[in-house]
């Protein structure tokens, strides 16, 4: 009995639409767990866009692929936020850019299922994310900087 209301409560979250679930990530107070949340976020997101470019249901390939684009844009604020400099405390932005570099890889395979008309879109998503995994990369890899 307790298994199946767990199992239930569980399930609930995958079912709410993609604006309630950034809305909910966006209102965590801690700005490591919201990014944690957002790329855990987005990771959904990219698997339920490509059962659906798969399904050939474009409009929602689409629609999932641009709340993949939210959810790692939101990361990546959320990690800026935190004040932390990246080439002291590298954790949070090594742990974001492995999980932005997964998506990517999930992401990439779909472009052989959009059509040619959905191609600037899929285009424009995964340039905004590549970049965002640049910047990370970037950021960790950046010279520590010399106190005067």
Do not use: W
Not at 55 to 68: I, P, Q
Request: proline fraction near 5%.
């Amino acid at each position: 009995m307790i298994l199946a209301a767990l199992i239930f409560a569980l399930a609930l979250p995958a079912q709410q639409p993609a604006a309630d679930n950034l809305k909910a990530i966006t209102a965590e107070p801690n700005l490591v767990k919201r990014a944690k949340l957002a790329l855990a976020n987005g990771e959904r997101a990219s698997r339920d866009a490509g059962d659906a470019c798969k399904a050939g249901e474009y409009d929602k390939c689409n629609a999932r692929l641009s709340e993949v684009q939210d959810s790692v844009e939101l990361a990546e604020k959320s990690l800026d936020q935190t004040g932390i400099d990246p080439a002291r405390s590298p954790r949070h932005f090594k742990d974001a850019e492995l999980q932005t570099h997964k998506i990517l890889r999930e992401v990439d395979p779909l472009r052989a299922y959009i059509p040619a008309e959905g191609m600037d879109h899929f285009q424009s998503v995964y340039r905004r994310i590549s970049s965002i995994d640049d910047r990370l990369v970037s950021a960790i890899l950046s010279k520590k900087k010399k106190k005067k």
